[in-house]
């Protein structure tokens, strides 16, 4: 079974800082994805990447960056921190295959800005 | 660009009810559909999918079927149980292999 891992369940931290959020797989997957869960808003791209040091813009990619130097595992990276990206954050991966490869997530780090 | 429509919730039904929730989509071509379902502080998990017109994706006694001229994927289940209480999301797969998620529907199934 496809793991994929964030390092962390619950993270609160305060405006202004520089936040890390990590995300394993273990399945050798070239496909990485970031979403952030709000609600009535459902699932947000925020960043994604196919293939290690490539990264691309999702639809929300404003205040967030990525990082991807190994292939298992893909970074965001809150550079400056602010009380609207409080939220639930997913990531995801899936193999090569087009648009009929399904998406495998972790569990989500729910992240408090205070 | 894509996009989907999912019936707001939340919907609270008694256990063995029939269950429907209705997804629309707009997209480009035909894209994949699938149906991802995420339980009470985990992550989304694939339920089912559909890759073509008229096909009818199927898991855990759930069904969707493609349609094409409706643009439709809407989910069904004869008999709901207490341990399907959870939030349900209809995704198209767009371009670049991006999926689009709806809003998610809350499902909460009564004893």
């Known amino acids: 079974d496809v793991k994929v891992t964030q390092s962390s369940r619950y993270l609160v931290k305060r405006t202004g800082e520089k936040v890390f959020l990590e995300c394993v797989q273990d399945m050798d997957h070239e496909n990485m994805f970031w979403y952030r869960q709000d609600p009535g808003l459902g699932l947000r791209l925020i960043y994604f990447?196919?293939?290690?040091?490539?990264?691309e813009k999702g639809d929300i990619p404003e205040g967030y960056s990525v990082s991807r130097e190994k292939k298992e595992r893909f970074s965001l990276i809150l550079e400056s921190a602010s009380t609207n990206q409080t939220s639930m954050y997913l990531c995801a991966s899936s193999p090569p295959g087009g648009e009929d490869s399904p998406l495998h997530f972790g569990n989500g780090t729910r992240l408090t800005v205070t | 660009g894509d996009s989907v429509t999912q019936m707001e919730g939340p919907v609270t039904l008694s256990e063995e009810a029939f269950l429907t929730i209705n997804c629309t989509y707009t997209?480009?071509?035909?894209?994949?559909l699938f149906w991802y379902v995420q339980y009470p502080g985990e992550g989304l998990q694939l339920l089912l999918k559909a890759t073509k017109a008229d096909d009818k994706g199927s898991n855990k006694g759930f069904e969707a079927t493609y349609r094409k001229e409706t643009t439709s994927f809407h989910l069904e289940k004869g008999s709901v149980q207490v341990s399907d209480s959870a939030v349900y999301f209809c995704a198209p797969s767009g371009s670049a292999r991006q999926l689009t998620f709806g809003s998610g529907t809350q499902l909460t199934v009564l004893p």
């Open positions: 997209a480009t071509g035909y894209p994949s």
């Open positions: 990447s196919y293939d290690v040091k490539m990264k």
